[in-house]
Each structure stands twice: as C-alpha cells, then as structure tokens.
C-alpha cells in the first residue's frame, strides 16, 4: 500500500466537511482518482471530488486531508492523466476560498502548508513534463509564500 492510499484509509472522512454534508464519499473517490485507469473513470472520480471538497472556488473541510493525499500521491509512478488530474485539483483548492463557518477560516493557507511540503514533486513534475500543471501550483505557492511563513511563525 502506498502512502497516498495510507492516508486515505487512515482519515476519518465521516467527521469531515463538504459541499452537501459529511465527507463518507470523498476516500472512496480519492481512489478512484488516483486508480483509474481510463479516461472515463478518472473524469468521474475527479468530478465527485471537485463538486464536493471545492465547488466554484469555495473549500471545504475535507480539502485539508484530501491535499494531503493528493501531494502524496505524486510520490509515486502514476499515468499522466491521472498527474494532471491530481495537480488541477489542486489547483482548485489552492485557489479557492474558505467556506463561512470559523472552524473553516484557514484551511486554504493549511492546504497551502501542506503543498509547499511537496514543493520538490511540484519541480520535479515541471521539469519532467508537466509544466503547465506543476507551475500553476508553484505560482500559487511563490504567491502565497508571506502569507505561509506569516503562518508559520504563528
């Protein structure tokens, strides 16, 4: 078992939320993304994902650990399809903004943490073909930099 399938067994996506509720789905489509082997399935998975942990730019709780598994998830071999799936949404959430209650306000700064704890997958996949995708994310890290080191120092 990798680490990104580690993590997604590890979490308890039921205490999570998303954009209709708990999270009981988002493990099980997390697989399917990072697993699917054509076209078809990925696009479903990635659906499932971007129209509950980020919908239209706003980011729900269950973002936090599904960045996690996401980043993990480029450690290892995977298609490029299923790479760029996994950096677009990213992307997304990296993008986004936080949902209203006060228990949300931060998680798109921790996702951020937790992407410029894969920066070096981020460069690799720049350099080894995935420009485009990888350098969305490095431009959201190098303009998110002061706000994250603000984090830290917190």
């Given amino acids: 078992m990798n680490i990104a399938e580690q993590l997604i067994e590890q979490t308890d996506w039921l205490r999570l939320q998303t954009e209709i509720g708990v999270g009981y789905n988002t493990g099980y489509a997390l697989s399917q993304l990072l697993s699917a082997v054509d076209l078809n399935s990925l696009e479903v998975a990635y659906w499932k994902l971007?129209?509950?942990?980020?919908?239209?730019?706003?980011?729900?709780?269950?973002?936090?650990p599904a960045t996690r598994v996401l980043v993990a998830a480029l450690v290892d071999e995977r298609p490029r399809s299923v790479k760029i799936a996994v950096m677009d949404l990213l992307f997304q959430i990296l993008n986004g903004h936080s949902v209203d209650p006060p228990e949300c306000d931060l998680i798109v700064e921790r996702c951020l943490l937790l992407a410029r704890e894969g920066l070096w997958l981020f460069v690799?996949?720049?350099?080894?073909?995935?420009?485009?995708?990888?350098?969305?994310?490095?431009?959201?890290?190098?303009?998110?930099?002061?706000?994250?080191?603000?984090?830290?120092?917190?």
Avoid: H, M
Avoid at 50 to 64: D, H, K, L, S, W
Avoid at 135 to 152: A, P, R, S, V
């Fill in 50 to 64: 971007e129209n509950y942990i980020v919908t239209q730019g706003t980011v729900y709780e269950a973002a936090e």
């Fill in 124 to 154: 690799r996949e720049f350099q080894e073909g995935l420009p485009n995708s990888a350098g969305d994310i490095l431009e959201l890290i190098k303009k998110e930099t002061d706000l994250i080191d603000q984090l830290l120092v917190e």
